[in-house]
T-cell receptor, first 113, second 109 residues
């Protein structure tokens, strides 16, 4: 089944404890992206990747890192999480780097205390 | 950057009613999608529609790229249509995706 998977789906952690949210797609898509969703602010793009080893900042990249070493994986890294990073996170992928239809993962609900 | 505005922000319908949701954008786009976020938070692709008209069952969408707007039509609303509807665009020549603030729909029996 063609899909975007994220792990974990739910995570409660403490301030400053490094964490990684994994994202994987099995559709051979070139483009992958991370978003966060906050009440009243909608979905905002954190980082995107147009292909392996090619990443760029979205609108809210502060406090996050990404890497794209393989085409199928695009992990989101929080080196020192803070409470303002408590959010619902979505990973997405599309076949084309520009103009392609995006498919979203199920979301990861992160709480930082 | 490109601005995306959705209207109305909130909508309450009776089962069986029809509705039109609107998405206005401020620049030319090479990608426009409509999504439904269900009450469990899942984002479901409805339409990939940078231009033209598409239909899928009770839902249809039209994008008039030259006038910078898109419409999502929901006919014969069901309670399962409740949730938030988002449009998302990618500016022509860009790689970033911008979401509108969404329209929150509640369909009551």
């Amino acid at each position: 089944e063609a899909q975007v998977t994220q792990n974990p789906r739910y995570l409660i952690t403490v301030t400053g404890k490094k964490l990684t949210v994994t994202c994987s797609q099995n559709m051979n898509h070139e483009y992958m992206s991370w978003y966060r969703q906050d009440p009243g602010l909608g979905l905002r793009q954190i980082y995107y990747s147009m292909n392996v080893e090619v990443t760029d900042k979205g609108d809210v990249p502060e406090g996050y890192k990404v890497s794209r070493k393989e085409k199928r994986n695009f992990p989101l890294i929080l080196e020192s999480p803070s409470p303002n990073q408590t959010s619902l996170y979505f990973c997405a992928s599309s076949f084309f780097p520009s103009g392609g239809e995006q498919y979203f993962g199920p979301g990861t609900r992160l709480t930082v205390t | 950057g490109i601005q995306v505005e959705q209207s109305p922000p909130d909508l309450i319908l009776q089962v069986g009613a029809n509705s039109t949701l609107r998405c206005n954008f401020s620049d030319s786009v090479n990608n426009l999608q409509w999504f439904h976020q269900n009450p469990w938070g899942q984002l479901i692709n409805l339409f990939y529609i940078p231009s033209g008209t598409k239909q899928n069952g009770r839902l249809s969408a039209t994008t008039v790229a030259t006038e910078r707007y898109s419409l999502l039509y929901i006919s014969s609303s069901q309670t399962t249509d409740s949730g938030v509807y988002f449009c998302a665009v990618e500016r022509t020549g860009g790689f970033k995706t911008i979401f509108g603030a969404g329209t929150r729909l509640f369909v009551k029996a």
